[in-house]
């Protein structure tokens, strides 16, 4: 009982852990103002690749490079990498736009969309309940964009939610690769995360190529904060989640990854005074009360069938 309790405690810590690296994404593009957002995207994600790599081979030390092979002529992990590539370009680039208690708040919504997509790719099926606290999340959503903004933070905004439907993209893609091979998945979970997230960050690198050779790092410190970012914000954050995902219940796992979405406005406002608009603040907290709501009766529903 006391290492059930131990992992379930060390799994908190660490889903709670990359959703407080995570939330530092907001920060960084404000202070690199001087960079292009697909510039800061690329250099960000190349710097994160090693760090993803080493996580990589290491969870794969048990394996076979057949194993690696097989899943690298998956197309679901193919997709999920496209789908994070093009969720983190347009993520970074709704921050440059928008205000990051946008941004991050409406890329969170991206549960609406993970339930509207696996009704018809998966063929999971969303109760009433659910579609009532989906419907909040779409109406908190609507707050965003009936406030007073300029041309610049209406694109802002429309990237933030865009992203957050190539996040949902991402995890059902994740979802489906795990279905097509549970026998690796079985051996280690984080095999086919992480190796999507390497595949994922190294697109990424190369479609932001030309504007990293436009606007690159200024100084000391712009190389030491897209270094940062990369290393630690990005990279080990998601290795950080891997492994903590496991440990945790769902319900739990939408709790802590909420923490993300709470503190990237208050490193922002803390940073260069930036505060989100009354507006935001009232879509905001609809949005955090229908996530909390939908993963509890998705979880209760899990616990329910099993």
Not at 195 to 219: E, H, I, K, R
Not at 241 to 253: D, P, Q, W
Not at 269 to 282: G, L
Request: glycine letters at 8%.
């Amino acid at each position: 009982m006391d290492h059930v309790n131990s992992r379930h405690v060390a799994g908190i810590g660490l889903v709670l852990g990359a959703a407080t690296l995570w939330s530092f994404s907001g920060l960084g593009v404000k202070v690199l103002s001087e960079m292009d957002a697909l510039s800061i995207t690329g250099y960000r994600s190349m710097f994160a690749c090693p760090v993803l790599i080493l996580a990589f081979i290491y969870s794969s030390r048990n394996g076979s490079w057949q194993d690696v092979k097989s899943m690298l002529g998956q197309k679901t992990v193919w997709a999920s990498a496209l789908s994070y590539a093009i969720m983190l370009m347009l993520f970074i680039s709704s921050n440059r736009l928008t205000t990051s208690a946008n941004a991050i708040l409406l890329q969170y919504t991206s549960p609406l969309y993970v339930a509207l997509l696996s009704w018809p790719i998966l063929k999971e099926r969303i109760r009433l309940p659910e579609w009532i606290a989906l419907a909040v999340c779409f109406l908190g959503m609507c707050f965003f964009f009936a406030e007073k903004l300029s041309a610049s933070g209406m694109l802002g905004n429309t990237l933030a939610v865009v992203s957050g439907v190539f996040c949902a993209l991402n995890c059902i893609f994740l979802r489906l690769a795990a279905r097509n091979n549970q026998s690796l998945a079985g051996e280690n979970s984080s095999k086919a995360p992480l190796l999507a997230m390497v595949l994922g960050n190294l697109l990424t690198c190369v479609f932001c190529l030309p504007w990293m050779f436009d606007s690159y790092p200024q100084g000391a410190f712009a190389w030491s904060a897209i270094t940062l970012l990369g290393f630690f914000q990005l990279g080990l954050a998601f290795v950080l989640f891997t492994a903590g995902i496991a440990r945790v219940s769902a319900i739990e796992g939408v709790l802590l990854g909420l923490f993300e979405a709470l503190l990237n406005p208050v490193w922002v406002a803390i940073a260069v005074q930036e505060f989100p608009s009354r507006m935001a603040v009232v879509g905001g907290m609809l949005i955090f009360v229908s996530l909390l709501t939908f993963g509890w009766l998705k979880q209760r529903n899990h616990l329910a069938i099993q």
